[in-house]
């Protein structure tokens, strides 16, 4: 039977509390792949490099291409035309030095070229954001992988390369021979990897104008139009930046949309958050297990919401009215969204509210001057450059 509880809605506020810690981590990271031949596949090409800041990608090249090319509106705006160029050229004799080394480890590693093989480096560092604002370095990488297997890896304490198979070891003790190596591969991990994040976090900053945000997650469900089902629904509101994810839990196994589950797709609310809306139909009587999980970047750790198998608008009383009290707040802001997005996109006019330019030309301008400027006299790209490039007789 049916019993209407407020207290279930405070529960979940407090709750939630509990796991909206902020994360103050960050991450600038490069991943370079190269094959030893290239693959008749779309899309998958012998050469590719790209740069990840928290995870989300920020650039690309690939061997087709040969250019290296924003993959955020920030990056495009903020940086330079020769950062872009400068960059180009990188990327270009990066590519030439795995062409020169895939071949080298196949040789060593005894493969021939029925198969293909694959090289892979991946560098960058991660800091932790101290509450003054000061930044902090965690932890820098530097490895290698041959055909999906660590290779080589520095360690960064020690300073000095860490071979975990045997024909890896003529590198290591190559590479460890020039010191002058290693203190530049640390110098780049703990100082310039980390400047160019703190740079590139103040350009996203900037960009986007708006702390994030974590969500507020609401689960529940209501009658659907089918006789003997609700339609559970998963809410998430109050978040940002937009990337998240959300599933729909039966017995711990997400649902698909195979499984009849409707999304409405990251949505904006009026205060440049974001908001996510997934529902599934399922038997009224159905005793299984369901719950909502959703991750933001903000999150420590998931929020996960059990379904307590309440319904409601299912019976009558109070269920009807606290079930109408959410439907007109789903209303209201649904109103509010759609109002919002034609206001936005010009297609009727709010009085008081203003339209909200994409972004600031002068800021932008001016900015990017400093950018210049910088990334101008440093004379290195965000990346580190390759050991060959360094010193031409540096390879693996
Ligand atoms: C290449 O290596 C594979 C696997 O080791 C082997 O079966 C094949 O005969 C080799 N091909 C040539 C041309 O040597």
Redesign the pocket.
């Known amino acids: 039977m049916y019993r209407p509880n407020l207290m279930f809605f405070v529960l979940y506020f407090s709750l939630e509390c509990i796991c909206l810690s902020q994360s103050d981590i960050y991450s600038l990271n490069y991943i370079y792949t190269a094959l030893s031949k290239p693959l008749e596949l779309p899309g998958i090409h012998e050469f590719t490099a790209m740069g990840l800041m928290n995870d989300k990608q920020i650039d690309y090249y690939d061997s087709v291409a040969k250019k290296k090319i924003p993959k955020q509106d920030w990056m495009r705006e903020k940086l330079p035309a020769d950062y872009w160029d400068k960059g180009t050229q990188s990327r270009k004799s990066k590519e030439q030095w795995f062409k020169v080394n895939v071949d080298i480890l196949m040789k060593r590693m005894r493969?021939?070229?029925?198969?293909v093989h694959i090289l892979q480096w991946k560098h960058g560092c991660e800091i932790d954001q101290q509450s003054d604002g000061t930044l902090k370095f965690i932890k820098g990488t530097d490895q290698y992988s041959y055909d999906g297997d660590d290779f080589l890896a520095f360690d960064d304490a020690n300073m000095q390369w860490v071979a975990p198979v045997v024909q890896a070891q003529p590198t290591k003790r190559k590479w460890d021979g020039v010191q002058i190596l290693n203190q530049y591969t640390k110098g780049y991990l703990e100082k310039e990897c980390v400047d160019w994040l703190s740079k590139f976090m103040k350009y996203e900053d900037k960009e986007f104008n708006r702390a994030d945000s974590p969500p507020r997650v609401y689960e529940f469900a209501k009658k659907a139009k089918t006789a003997g089902h609700v339609r559970l629904t998963c809410m998430a509101t109050g978040f940002y930046p937009k990337d998240v994810i959300m599933q729909i839990k039966k017995n711990g196994v997400p649902l698909t949309e195979r499984d009849g589950v409707h999304s409405t797709g990251v949505l904006p609310n009026d205060d440049d958050t974001y908001q996510i809306r997934m529902s599934v139909q399922i038997p009224e009587a159905d005793k299984e297990t369901y719950e909502c999980y959703v991750d933001h970047r903000t999150l420590k750790k998931p929020i996960v919401v059990k379904w307590d198998g309440e319904c409601c608008d299912c019976s009558s009383g109070t269920a009807v009215v606290i079930g109408a009290v959410i439907a007109i707040i789903v209303v209201l802001i649904l109103i509010s969204v759609v109002l919002f997005v034609l206001h936005k996109s010009g297609t009727i006019v709010i009085p008081g509210l203003k339209t909200t330019a994409k972004y600031d030309e002068s800021r932008t301008s001016s900015d990017s001057d400093q950018g210049s400027q910088n990334a101008g006299s440093s004379g290195r790209g965000s990346e580190e450059d390759v050991k060959k490039s360094m010193l031409p007789q540096e390879s693996v």
């Not at 493969?111 to 198969?115: A, L």
């Open positions: 493969h021939n070229n029925t198969d």
